[in-house]
Structure formats: structure tokens, C-alpha cells
């Protein structure tokens, strides 16, 4: 070789290109190299500092410990389900944009519901004023459910419902609209979030104190486990703690240890693991950082089958799968220049399909303004399709396996989570982690950090701490017209004043018994009551009740 | 003589539970050393004029992330004029298209913050508005 005399032309090793070559250079400064999250990155990683056992840590997908992805075949087999969230004004709105997204190629729904109902108020409550159908769509009863669902057969799509603390009676709700249309329960397919750890932790849409919080979730995990086999009764989800501040490991092991929680709850309640762990479902951010949130994903599914077979004894290989749905993060779009928000979901959605996630969806570029228009929620649709048509991106699986720096971060991040659960075990679980305010602290710390990186332009985000463009057009934004308040109001008083009002007394008073004593799986009851149109709040006005209500000391 | 601390109500009126800006902007008013109450999550309007005027704040903070900005944020300013205490300095964060940030502060609103908005901006915002000897 004609450099041999040279020393640094071949260097021994990682350890003296980064010494004799690396260093010579002086790194930029200002900006960290770290990950979004913090976490340190070195600026080479190769078989020197990254051991990989590749049958022990990655094997093959579709094979323990599912590094690699949860089906053989992977997005060669089946692309990744496109579900865009939606949901706002009256139920009659949503329809609409349903099916406006069912036309331009969707394949599931996705249902945002607004903050009235997220907290167990209908819309004519007096705490409901001036948010009826702001932040998604309001349902007080069955009623609004028959009309939001209407000239949508259920047997022919999946259905995603984002809520939490009344899942139990939105759930109860779509059921009878399933039978109602000649769909039995156990054909309806579809996911409810229902997964109030998190809402304590950091979404914060509670009602009820987390102890019979849990019961509901657990009734609800026991009920689909004996009627529907084909729904998901919970989507344990990291998304909305990663939206509060999270880092990514926080996210991860957060996440990880709130389905942990629920295993252990429904365990206690008498369950096989393998009765109920294969319909678990996970939700997780996809934000900027590239590589740290497809190595998050891989460490997700490889934490969670190891956990799963070796801790919980699961036997049924189902039971060992994490399947996700993803969501680009809320967080990382601007209101400065918001075109550039397109660019962002795009890189992200493609983090989430490397990653190896079961659904997408991609935000709209006008989000850190409004709820998106029409039109902005289309291209954030044809984001994925570019990603699954154009790119090339799904003809191999897991095509980042075996980078040494993406195999070092995804062993990275699980250790990291794995601290976690130990600090989590030691504080008496998550129930009690979250009574002392663990999780509120670590993730108020890490938002505090990151924006404080930001103020200081060590992180740079373009079009806000650099590369300003002053006298921007103001974009058209979607407004939700105030006059859907009213009419929202009108319906539910109108439902309140024709149903059969001795049924709704018996209804209610089953409930709230049912509800004194442990050991009745309430969702017997809420469908009882769901079907002679009690409202979604009375049914929580009811358990408020029996149980009280959650106030959260906070902590900054 | 030190000039007395700013007092300084952050505030989360109607149901959203958004947070993350509410105590990031809480911490940094706190770390440029003002006085600061955090009132927590799910307040009402009522709630808000009442913990302004028990802690004789200078300021109130609103954050809101719901779209409920234009009722709930009214409601505020109108209890703090009925109390008597429209000297208070109310600001407002969080998504707020511009018609109605304009509209807020027709209303009496001193000035909105938007995503992006750094923290040092609203730090010194409030130095510059509030007298403080």
C-alpha cells in the first residue's frame, strides 16, 4: 500500500482513528451532538465499541425476541394500517371527515373525542362551556355514536378510539351500534385507549382516583377477553408522555412499565396472561431524532417479549408481541413558517416505518395552530402513501438491523429502561410512583432541559431560533363554529327529554351498586345503561359518586 | 432597597390538560425570581379571579391549549373587573390563531405568546410591565 509509512492511514482500531485522525479536526460548536433526548452519541460506532449477539439480541422477524418486527413478512406481507385521528363539532361533522378519509384510501378510523368527554361531562354540563366539540368530536350518549358511525358498516372497517377515564361507556357505546347494524360483538374490530396510568402521568384527562380507575380498566380487559376477541381494550401509550417533555428512554420505559402494571392488575384479578396479553395494544411518538426513536421501537418489542415470556410466563407467542401504533409528535410542529411542519412528519412517519409500527398516523402541518383543514390532513395522508409507494423503504424488513450505531442505541435505551423499572419497583410500582410524583418530576425536568437547549441555541429549530422569516401570510386555519356547541347542547337535552326515564333511574342505580361492591365487572352494567341511552356523564356523575374524583398535587 | 418579587398566577382554565408550557413557563418565571403559583389543571374561570386576588398577584399567566380561548379567557378578564382588580397584568399562551390573539387583547389582554415563544421573552415582558418599587 503506498500510504503504509503513514501510521494514521490504517488505524488500530476505533479507539486510535478517533485519537490520531477524529480529534485532529476540531468539532463545530454551539449545537450538541447529543440525541434530542441527551443521550451521548460518539461520532463512530463499529465492532469495537458494539457488540451484537445476533441470534440473543436481533434473530429474525416474526422470531423471540422480535427485534427485527413482530410477522415474518412484515410490510412485504401487509403495509402498515394509514389511520388518521379525527374528530370535532357534533357527531355529524366527524362523519363527514370519516368518510372523507375512508374515500381517499384510509383504512381505519381513528376518533378524537373533545375534552368534555374525555373527562365524563356532557356537553350541556356546566364545566363542558366553550369546549363542546373544540378539541374533537362530542358524544353524550348511543344516540351521538348511531350518528357518528352512520352509513359506515362496522364489519368492514377498524376503529381506534382515543379515551381513557370513560372508555368503559364509549366502548359500551360502539358495541351497541355494532348490533344495532346486525354486527356482533365479537366481530368488531378496533382499539380503545383506555390506558389512565398514563393520564395521571402526564396526558392528565382523569376523573376517577387511580385505584378504581384500574378496576374499570381491568373489568374492561376481562370483558373483551370473554366477548370481544377481536378488539383491543387497551392501547398502553407513550405517546402523550413523550408529547408532555419525555425523553425517549422515559417514553420507553414509562410506557413499558404501565403495561407491566396492567398484566400484574389483571393477573391479580384471576387472568391467564395468555387470556388476555395478545390483544394489548402500544402507542408511541415517532419524533425528530432519527435513529434514537427506531432503536426506541426495537427496544420496545425486545423488552416486552423477554418480559413477557420470562417474567410473566407467557406461553402463547402471541402473548410475547408488541404491536404499536404510531403517531408523528404534535410537539416538534411550529407555528413559524408551518409548511416546514411537512418536512418534519415525513422524516418522522419514516423513523416510524423503519421502526416497524402496525399503524400510522401523520400529523397536518397547521396542528400548532388549529385541527387541521381538510386539505392539510389529505397530505399528511399522502406522506404515508409516499413513504409506502415511492420510497422503497418496505421492500426489505428492519433494513436498519445490524447499523452498528442503531444496534448500540436500541441496547442503550434498554438498559436505560430497565433502570427505570428498577427505580419504579422500588418506589412500590406505578401507582405509587405516580402518587409521589416520580413521573410528573422526570419528565417537567427533561422538558425544562430541552427547552432551555433551545433558548440557548444549542438545539436549533428551524424557523424558530434560526432561519426566521418575518411577515409571514397567516395560513387558513379550520374554525369550529361556536353555533355546534349549541346544537350539541340541544340534542342531548332533547335525548334526556323523550327516552324512558324509569329505565335511566334503574339503569343508573344497577351502576352505582354494582360499583360498591368489588368484584362486578362493570361493563355489564354500562351496557345495560348505554342501551337505554344514558348519558356518557350521568354514568360518570354516578361512579364520581362512589368513588370521588382525583385532584394531582402539582409539582414544576 | 431590593425591589419586592413580581407575584405571578399561572393559570389552566377549563379542561385541557396540557401542562408542559404552564410549567416550563412557571419554572423559568420562578428562576428569574419571581414569586410563582402554579394553580394546577381543570380550573374554572371563577376558580382563576379568585386565586389572582387571595395571592394579590401582579400577573395572571393563562395557559390553554383547548380552543376554548375565546370563552374562557373573557370569563377571566370580566371577573377581575367585577372584583376590582383589573390592574392585574393578564398574558395568555398557548395555540391561539392571530384574529383571535388580536380580538383577546382588544379585550384587555396585555399580550399573547404562541408556540415558540421563548421564555426569556416572557420574562421580560413582565419585568418591563410590572412595577415592582
Redesign the interface.
Known amino acids: 500500500m503506498a500510504t503504509t509509512e503513514d501510521p494514521r492511514a490504517r488505524p488500530d482500531g476505533t479507539a486510535e482513528w478517533k485519537r490520531e485522525l477524529y480529534d485532529a479536526k476540531p468539532e463545530r460548536e454551539g449545537e450538541l451532538f447529543t440525541t434530542i433526548s441527551g443521550l451521548d452519541n460518539e461520532p463512530l460506532y463499529t465492532p469495537d465499541n458494539v457488540e451484537i449477539d445476533y441470534d440473543r439480541d436481533l434473530g429474525y422477524p416474526g422470531v423471540y425476541p422480535f427485534t427485527r418486527g413482530v410477522y415474518p413478512s412484515m410490510y412485504r406481507g401487509k403495509l402498515w394500517t394509514m389511520r388518521q385521528f379525527a374528530g370535532f363539532g357534533t357527531a355529524e361533522e366527524t362523519n363527514a371527515r370519516f368518510r372523507y378519509l375512508l374515500d381517499h384510501g384510509q383504512t381505519g378510523l381513528s376518533t378524537a373525542f373533545d375534552?368534555?368527554t374525555?373527562?365524563g361531562?356532557d356537553s350541556d354540563h356546566a364545566?363542558?362551556?366553550?369546549?363542546v366539540g373544540?378539541?374533537g368530536v362530542a358524544i353524550d350518549s348511543l344516540d351521538d355514536m348511531e350518528t357518528l358511525f352512520a352509513g359506515i358498516p362496522l364489519d368492514g372497517v377498524s376503529t381506534s378510539m382515543t379515551i381513557n377515564s370513560a372508555a368503559a361507556m364509549l366502548l359500551a357505546f360502539y358495541l351497541c351500534v355494532g348490533e344495532e347494524q346486525g354486527v356482533p360483538r365479537a366481530q368488531l374490530r378496533g382499539t380503545i385507549q383506555t390506558d389512565i396510568l398514563k393520564?395521571y402521568i402526564a396526558?392528565?384527562?382523569w376523573i376517577f382516583p387511580p385505584e378504581p380507575s384500574m378496576r374499570l380498566v381491568i373489568d374492561m380487559i376481562e370483558f373483551c377477553a370473554a366477548e370481544m376477541p377481536l378488539w383491543h381494550p387497551i392501547s398502553i401509550s407513550g405517546y402523550h408522555i413523550r408529547?408532555?417533555?419525555s425523553t425517549a428512554a422515559q417514553e420507553l420505559a414509562f410506557t413499558l412499565a404501565d403495561g407491566f402494571a396492567y398484566i400484574e392488575a389483571a393477573v391479580e384479578r384471576g387472568l391467564e396472561v395468555d387470556d388476555f396479553a395478545p390483544r394489548l395494544s402500544f402507542f408511541f411518538n415517532a419524533h425528530l431524532d432519527f435513529f434514537e426513536e427506531i432503536a426506541k421501537y426495537r427496544a420496545a418489542r425486545r423488552i416486552w417479549a423477554h418480559e413477557l415470556r420470562e417474567r410473566y410466563g407467557a406461553r402463547n407467542p402471541r402473548s410475547w408481541l408488541m404491536r404499536f401504533h404510531t403517531q408523528t409528535a404534535g410537539?416538534s410542529?411550529?407555528?413559524?413558517q408551518p409548511e416546514v411542519n411537512i418536512i418534519r412528519t415525513a422524516l418522522e412517519a419514516l423513523a416510524a416505518v423503519l421502526g416497524g409500527t402496525q399503524s400510522l398516523h401523520t400529523n397536518s402541518f397547521d396542528e400548532?395552530?388549529?385541527?387541521p383543514t381538510e386539505n392539510a390532513v389529505r397530505l399528511a395522508l399522502r406522506t404515508q402513501q409516499v413513504i409506502a409507494h415511492e420510497t422503497g423503504v418496505v421492500n426489505t424488513i428492519d433494513p436498519l438491523g445490524g447499523s452498528y450505531y442503531v444496534e448500540e442505541l436500541t441496547s442503550r435505551l434498554e438498559a436505560e429502561a430497565y433502570d427505570y423499572f428498577d427505580r419504579i419497583r422500588k418506589l412500590g410500582g406505578v401507582v405509587a410512583a405516580i402518587k409521589e410524583n416520580f413521573f410528573q418530576r422526570e419528565i417537567?425536568d427533561a422538558?425544562?432541559r430541552y427547552?432551555h437547549e433551545?433558548?440557548q441555541r444549542q438545539r436549533i429549530?428551524v424557523g424558530?431560533?434560526r432561519y426566521q422569516h418575518e411577515d409571514e401570510e397567516?395560513l387558513e386555519?379550520l374554525r369550529?363554529d361556536?353555533a355546534l356547541e349549541e346544537k350539541q347542547i340541544g340534542r342531548v337535552q332533547a335525548l334526556r327529554s323523550r327516552r324512558d326515564s324509569a329505565a335511566v333511574e334503574s339503569a343508573l342505580a344497577r351502576l352505582k351498586e354494582d360499583a360498591a361492591h368489588d368484584g362486578r365487572n362493570l361493563m355489564h352494567p354500562i351496557v345495560e345503561a348505554s342501551k337505554v341511552y344514558v348519558t356518557m356523564g350521568e354514568m360518570c356523575d354516578a361512579l364520581r359518586g362512589v368513588w370521588g374524583v382525583w385532584?394531582?398535587?402539582?409539582?414544576? | 432597597m431590593m425591589a419586592r418579587k413580581i407575584r405571578v398566577v399561572i393559570a389552566k382554565p377549563g379542561l385541557d390538560g396540557h401542562d408542559r408550557g404552564a410549567k416550563i413557563i412557571a419554572r423559568a418565571l420562578r428562576d428569574a425570581g419571581m414569586e410563582v403559583i402554579y394553580t394546577g389543571l381543570h380550573q374554572t374561570p371563577e376558580q382563576i379571579v379568585e386565586t389572582a386576588i387571595q395571592e394579590d398577584a401582579d400577573a395572571v399567566g393563562i395557559s390553554i391549549l383547548s380552543g376554548a380561548h375565546m370563552t374562557l379567557v373573557p370569563r377571566i378578564l370580566e371577573g377581575l373587573k367585577e372584583n376590582g382588580a383589573d390592574d392585574v397584568l393578564v398574558v395568555v399562551g398557548g395555540t391561539i390563531p392571530r384574529e383571535d390573539s388580536d380580538e383577546l387583547k382588544q379585550l384587555g389582554v396585555a399580550e399573547v405568546f404562541g408556540p415558540g415563544a421563548a421564555t426569556s421573552e416572557i420574562v421580560e415582558f413582565l419585568q418591563g410591565k410590572v412595577p415592582v418599587s
Request: glycine share 4%.
Open positions: 375534552m368534555p374525555l373527562m361531562y364545566r363542558s362551556l366553550g369546549e373544540r378539541e393520564e396526558q392528565k384527562e408529547e408532555a417533555g410537539v410542529l411550529t407555528a413559524q400548532a395552530l388549529a385541527l417537567a422538558s425544562f427547552q433551545v433558548e429549530v424558530v431560533n397567516p386555519l369550529i361556536p385532584r394531582e398535587t402539582p409539582v414544576f
